[in-house]
């Protein structure tokens, strides 16, 4: 009988431990002086789960962005790394608990080749003393086999990485992120300055790095990107957020609307067909 509880025990830990967010944000406010710029916003991300967060520019999606990454504190509500309330006081101890971003501007150095970009700031040395160095074989090898690895077939990573597409530049950045040991990864609008093929490309590695296990955090404005790839949709506008829904729960047509304004699109709609008329 004993033994028996102390298997149902188990089975139910498992299971607890299962449903656990990587990420949950809960009710997390954030002002500036008298300038709200988040309310109220709660979502959670997933191990093998992208999560989704659309809005327009103000929509708060940078202030968003920098609470999970640690470069702000939120000022209300609470923030979990797997189920352990935090306060990621930078960027770096963020990192240290698995949560990787990769910003639009991309940080990398154009002139540099991809394997060195790749590494930038976390480069493997071999040797000791005054005769420790670069381990460069090493890193063209592990950089190359990493991008492989992700579906990115880089003939050569001693190429600059400023010659390589916008699209290819992101991929790089998330296979970086994957194999530094990322827990979540946060895009920052990874497909805004691309075109179609390079964002179904970049997508398609998004993709990936969700199959790989990681949770993903997808910030953009494109509801078509969104729902290609996403399980979870938060809907920001003006700070607030004004819709949460997975997959299941809401079509195409109708995050699309939402994401345009929903009634308040339905009323644009009726003042431009009367003045047509």
């Not at 498992?14 to 009710?27: F, K, M, P, S, W």
């Not at 991008?147 to 003939?155: A, K």
Request: hydrophobic share 40%; charged share 25%.
């Amino acid at each position: 009988m004993t033994r028996i509880s102390e298997m149902d025990e188990t089975a139910g830990t498992t299971r607890a431990t299962a449903r656990t967010a990587l990420v949950e944000l809960d009710d997390v406010s954030k002002y500036y002086g008298n300038v709200r710029a988040l309310e109220g916003v709660s979502l959670e991300v997933h191990a093998g789960e992208i999560t989704c967060v659309l809005g327009d520019n103000g929509a708060g999606k940078s202030t968003l962005i920098k609470i999970i990454a640690g470069l702000h504190r939120h000022d209300a509500g609470t923030f979990r790394i797997e189920g352990e309330e935090a306060r990621p006081a930078s960027p770096r101890e963020a990192l240290d608990r698995g949560i990787a971003t990769v910003y639009q501007d991309l940080a990398v150095v154009p002139l540099m080749p991809v394997w060195r970009n790749f590494f930038l700031g976390s480069e493997p040395r071999k040797g000791r003393g005054p005769f420790k160095r670069l381990d460069v074989d090493l890193m063209r090898r592990t950089t190359h086999a990493e991008l492989l690895r992700m579906g990115i077939d880089l003939r050569d990573v001693d190429q600059p990485i400023g010659t390589l597409s916008g699209g290819e530049r992101q991929c790089v950045a998330i296979a970086r992120a994957v194999h530094f040991g990322a827990k979540v990864l946060v895009l920052d609008e990874p497909t805004a300055a691309l075109g179609v093929k390079q964002s179904g490309m970049v997508l398609k590695y998004v993709a990936a790095a969700r199959d790989a296990g990681l949770g993903v955090v997808l910030i953009t404005h494109n509801p078509h990107h969104a729902y290609l790839v996403g399980n979870r949709f938060v809907l920001l506008k003006r700070g607030t957020m004004t819709g949460s829904h997975t997959r299941d729960e809401i079509t195409l047509d109708e995050l699309t609307r939402q994401m345009a304004g929903g009634s308040e699109l339905d009323d644009l709609r009726h003042e431009l067909a009367g003045g047509a008329l």
